[in-house]
């Protein structure tokens, strides 16, 4: 096991040094002078244009710059600093926790909600419900996330307020605590809770066809037993892959839903990045959420042995 996770590490560096080489490309794409940017419409002096683009190595190559930024990250640990000289790492002191928080309310939400509308499908598979739940998954994925935030915004947090006479579901901020994360989770995790409800309900359904499942019913167990034990424990190996998978995608997915909600996490701080052209905080945060992803895959695939005894590593 001990070889199998130093393998994996190893393999992981060539995914890292490739999305961060990437995502560097991308945002040195970007038209217009990020130093220019900084002042808005005021006139900057020209030689602290100068100083500042070699300070950031602005005027580099893509890959010279690239390499800067690289190295830093195996050398010393550093992920760059903004253009007024605040640490990547200091600015997501407080945003990452925001950001992890609603990523973990989504997780949860997708795994209790899409395992139980999937086992709930897969056990009346072909009548009424298991055709509902499956047109209620396919508008979840048909409609974007941006629209969903905003109607449930709507709904949820004027109308229902109107009606009740006390806020429930709050809109923006995070000020109400766990109640603030509640709504945007929903959001930020509607469309994995549509593949999970689906992904649940083709799993297990396969899973009760199998041969070892009509021994176990043929022995006279319970169908809640064979169901729980021998059913849904096979049936889980792909739900934890996408569920591991997906830690990552709902960190970096936050962008839409934390602006939305106004939530001050890495998405929101991300998508001003993008704004003002600031491409130490965007790659710098990006870099990190790579980071999470690789770390969250890596603890999937471990998990395996914990699910299948039959699975092993070498």
């Keep these: 096991m001990g070889r199998y996770v130093i393998r994996r590490l190893i393999q992981a560096i060539p995914v890292l040094l490739g999305a961060t080489l990437f995502i560097f490309a991308i945002v040195f794409a970007l038209p217009g002078d990020p130093i220019a940017a900084l002042a808005g419409e005021k006139r900057q002096d020209p030689n602290i244009v100068m100083i500042m683009r070699d300070q950031y190595h602005l005027n580099d190559p893509l890959l010279l710059q690239y390499w800067y930024y690289i190295s830093g990250i195996f050398l010393r640990g550093d992920f760059g600093k903004t253009f007024a000289g605040v640490p990547i790492t200091q600015l997501m002191a407080g945003k990452f926790q925001v950001t992890l928080n609603l990523a973990l309310v989504a997780l949860v939400m997708e795994a209790v909600i899409g395992v139980l509308l999937g086992l709930w499908a897969a056990l009346r598979r072909g009548q009424a419900i298991d055709t509902m739940i499956l047109a209620a998954t396919l508008l979840l994925i048909s409609v974007p996330p941006l629209v969903t935030g905003f109607v449930l915004q709507l709904w949820l947090g004027v109308w229902l307020k109107q009606a009740v006479g006390t806020e429930i579901f709050p809109i923006a901020g995070i000020s109400a605590g766990l109640r603030s994360y509640l709504l945007p989770g929903f959001v930020l995790a509607g469309t994995s809770i549509a593949y999970l409800t689906r992904l649940t309900r083709t799993s297990l359904v396969e899973t009760l066809r199998s041969d070892y499942i009509r021994t176990a019913t043929a022995k006279g167990l319970s169908r809640r037993r064979v169901i729980g034990r021998h059913g849904l424990r096979n049936a889980l190996i792909p739900l934890v892959t ?70 092993r590593y070498e």
Excluded: C, H, K, W
Aim: proline share 4%.
């Design 242 to 311: 996408f569920l591991g998978a997906d830690l990552g995608s709902l960190m970096g997915g936050a962008v839409i839903t934390e602006t939305i909600f106004n939530i001050p996490g890495i998405g929101l701080q991300i998508y001003q990045g993008v704004y003002l052209r600031e491409q130490p905080i965007v790659v710098g945060i990006v870099t990190i959420l790579v980071l999470v992803y690789i770390v969250a895959n890596l603890v999937v695939d471990l998990l395996y042995a914990v699910l299948d005894p039959r699975i």
